[in-house]
């Protein structure tokens, strides 16, 4: 189901492991090649575009970005600083970033019953959390990855689930990049079990193969009325967004 090699897969599940049992390597996880092989924490090219899109649509989000900021205290990320000394992690902006788009197209999330599939580290969940009081975040990965979070997020007091199967529905289904990243077996039943629940969707997308973004797209268009973006800032590939409400 998953398109990674075999020696990716290996190496971030090492390091996964690696970062659950031994402190030590928790304080640093975010700098680990081999887990960065799989959850890339942004480049340093991107961080002053993240900043500025930021500063540019959601004014209100902005003014919070020392409590953000936070989200660097743990794993020992690499550090953007800005023009006039401002030092925060590209991924982190990326994250923020990702939040302006969200709430740009639906508005508060409070209360909201957020799954996210494909968690990293619970990075956006810290971000969402942090702006917004939910009912509850579902952590939707493989069960190691989804302890990860739930340890990370417990860093900081955010409470959050693994069980997927506790709501009948979800107010906010998010996937950056992960749902693109299996094949039409895997990507349908993510639909059916995830996002057919859920009243609105953000979608991070690497799916390029024109014939199945195409099949895609006509069934997601079944089931919601859907805006695509361009990701922005573009990275290596001609990624995209949807963003949709259910019908």
């Given at each position: 189901?998953w ?16 970062a ?13 090649s ?8 942004s480049?340093q ?26 989200n ?39 209360g ?8 990293g580290?619970?990075g ?22 989804e ?19 506790k709501y ?30 859920s009243?609105r ?7 390029h ?11 997601i ?27």
């Open positions: 189901m398109l990674a090699s075999n020696d990716t897969q290996s190496r971030y599940e090492m390091a996964v492991n690696e659950l049992t031994d402190d030590n390597k928790f304080k640093t996880f975010k700098s680990d081999n887990y960065n092989c799989i959850v890339g924490m480049e090219w991107q961080a002053p575009l993240f900043y500025k899109f930021i500063e540019e649509n959601n004014k209100t989000i902005f003014d919070k970005l020392d409590l953000f900021k936070n660097d205290s743990i794993g020992s990320p690499e550090i953007w600083v800005s023009e006039n000394g401002y030092s925060m992690s590209p991924n982190t902006l990326r994250y923020v970033k990702t939040l302006v788009d969200i709430e740009n197209a639906f508005g508060s999330l409070k909201f019953v957020i799954a996210e599939l494909g968690i580290y619970g956006l969940s810290f971000i969402i959390n942090t702006n917004n009081k939910l009912k509850d975040y579902v952590l939707c990965d493989l069960p190691k990855v302890e990860l979070g739930k340890k990370y997020l417990s860093s900081f007091k955010f409470s959050s689930t693994n069980d997927r199967n009948d529905k979800f107010d906010l289904f998010v996937s950056e990049f992960c749902l693109s990243e299996f094949n039409d077996e895997g990507i349908y039943n993510f639909y059916n079990d995830l996002i057919l629940k009243d969707i953000y979608l991070t997308m690497n799916l193969d024109e014939i199945r973004k195409e099949t895609f797209l006509n069934k268009k079944e089931d919601f009325d859907i805006t695509i973006l361009d990701e922005y800032p573009k990275t290596h590939w001609p990624n995209y967004i949807i963003i949709g409400n259910k019908k």
